[in-house]
């Protein structure tokens, strides 16, 4: 049962336009929501995170809105640069008081930014 | 610099011979975790640990052992390495659980 959902396995866009990259879940327990980007041959790094009492956290170039009604969360990257080409990993947690954590991890979502 | 530090970086092994990798963090961060990375299903969490001589189970954590003895260190430890086994592994730390989590380069496991 795949409770973080990145339903795109990869996404092309142009530079200088937006990419929108999508991520739904099925636990309503989850209330922390992070993104990640990967490089090949790298570790993943964070990019950006929402706690599940906004609806939108911005960073730069990258925004995050999160949709609790419908479960949904979404990373705008405006504008996008051939740099950002990389998997991007939606993650949830849940977290239930003193060692009740669970981290899942979306299967990613790769993103080619042609120049 | 701060970072997180996995060895080795590749191995291969067989069937059965025992094997650690070796995590390590220069940043006091309380938490840490390992992760497996497989085609087409992504990042899986397979032990964390939020404190010294705390661990917990990730969502796959059959087949590894891990420890941490001291908080900048958490090894993971195939007692018996079997071919599924062969993946992608990650370290990562963080200050806390909802902070931003750093990875490691990530250790190729190949087990024939």
């Known amino acids: 049962d795949q409770q973080v959902k990145q339903n795109s396995p990869s996404l092309s866009v142009q530079e200088g336009r937006i990419s929108i990259l999508n991520c739904d879940y099925t636990?309503?327990?989850?209330?922390?929501f992070l993104w990640y980007k990967k490089y090949p041959a790298e570790g993943p790094t964070f990019l950006i995170s929402?706690?599940?009492?906004?609806d939108k956290n911005e960073d730069g170039r990258f925004t995050v809105f999160l949709n609790k009604s419908a479960k949904h969360l979404s990373l705008h990257i405006v504008p996008s640069q051939p740099g950002d080409s990389a998997v991007y990993f939606c993650?949830?947690?849940?977290?239930?008081?003193?060692?009740?954590?669970?981290?899942?991890f979306g299967k990613g979502t790769l993103l080619t930014v042609n120049p | 610099e701060a970072q997180v530090t996995q060895n080795p970086r590749y191995l291969i092994t067989v069937t059965g011979k025992k094997l650690t990798v070796t995590c390590s963090q220069n940043?006091?961060?309380?938490?840490m975790s390992w992760y497996r990375q497989d085609p087409g299903l992504g990042l899986r969490q397979i032990y964390y640990?939020?404190?010294?001589?705390?661990?917990d189970k990730g969502d796959v954590p059959e087949g590894y052992k891990v420890s941490r003895k001291e908080k900048r260190n958490f090894p993971l430890i195939l007692e018996s390495p079997s071919p599924n086994q062969t993946s992608l592994y990650f370290c990562?730390?963080?200050?806390?659980?909802?902070?931003?989590?750093?990875f490691g380069p990530g250790t190729r496991l190949l087990v024939l």
């Open positions: 990562a730390s963080s200050l806390w659980w909802r902070e931003t989590q750093y």
């Open positions: 636990n309503s327990m989850f209330d922390y």
């Open positions: 929402i706690s599940s009492i906004k």
């Open positions: 993650a949830a947690i849940e977290y239930s008081g003193g060692s009740n954590y669970k981290l899942t």
């Open positions: 940043m006091n961060h309380e938490y």
């Open positions: 640990s939020m404190n010294v001589e705390v661990t």
